[in-house]
């Protein structure tokens, strides 16, 4: 299992000047694009297709993110205002990047770690490590960039899909399972948890623990989500600040 494989941000669309707020997106193209196969598989065809008739693409490369997934942060912070000028942010499964291009602007004057088994082109104001968030001395290289404890931890991390449901899903609740105990170790008190998980997926001990850290704990879909995606994020807030 890849630490920080993830299908959720999307292939690289530029990295020109970003301004976060406002989050559309959509109704930006007709929905009318069809691709010839021109030796393509089905499933490529159908991936092609979707990709040129998503409004986030479009709308993420007029803007300059780097993914279409830029939208889903947008979509959360604009609702529950997790992230603020002069924050410490930890961002896992970072690449392509366009999760840290929202963080980097929103918390202007703060610190913004970020990670991915990837290579990731740099982004100014973002320190990145390419590194499996597995890898044993992964902890500790994070902590070192920190420098002290954090305000936000972000994870958007999931395992390459088998295809098969039950395996796939154990691995995302896996990955949430780490990122967690991570967060458990570098939130400040009063800090915040965001994590992609399937539908489901924090069920049983992983929410119970993640309620038993933090005072609130829900879970959503954002729009820029796919309506055909399993993935919904939890949202952890209110770290109590008992370290493991």
């Known amino acids: 299992m890849t630490g920080e494989r ?7 669309s530029g990295a020109g000047g970003t301004t976060t707020r406002g989050t559309s997106g959509r109704g930006t193209r007709d929905l009318a694009v069809r691709v010839r196969g021109q030796g393509r598989t089905t499933s490529q065809q159908r991936w092609l297709t979707r990709q040129l ?17 830029a939208f889903k942060l947008i979509e959360l912070d604009d609702r529950l205002r997790l992230l603020r000028p002069g924050m410490t942010v930890v961002d896992l499964g970072a690449a392509p990047g366009g999760w840290t291009q929202v ?8 610190r913004v770690v970020a990670l991915d088994i990837l290579p990731m082109v740099a ?4 320190e990145t490590i390419e590194m499996d968030f597995l890898a044993e001395e992964a902890p500790a290289r994070l902590r070192a960039a920190l420098g002290g404890g954090a305000d936000l931890v972000l994870s958007d991390m999931a395992a390459s899909a088998t295809g098969h449901g039950p395996t796939d899903h154990l691995r995302i609740v896996g990955l ?6 991570f967060a458990r170790e570098v939130l400040n008190a009063g800090g915040a948890f965001v994590c992609k998980v399937f539908q489901g997926g924090t069920e049983g001990t992983l929410l119970t623990a993640l ?3 933090f005072a609130e704990v829900r879970h959503i879909k954002p729009p820029a989500s796919r309506a055909d995606s399993a993935e919904v994020y939890v ?5 109590r600040g008992e370290h493991g």
């Open 6 to 12: 993830r299908g959720g941000r999307g292939g690289r």
């Open 53 to 69: 008739n998503d409004p986030y693409v479009a709308e993420a490369q007029r803007r300059g993110f780097r993914s279409r997934a």
């Open 103 to 110: 963080v980097v602007d929103r918390v202007k004057g703060g």
């Open 123 to 126: 982004i100014p104001g973002a």
């Open 176 to 181: 949430a399972e780490a990122a967690h105990a």
């Open 211 to 213: 309620k038993r850290d």
């Open 235 to 239: 949202i952890a807030r209110g770290f």
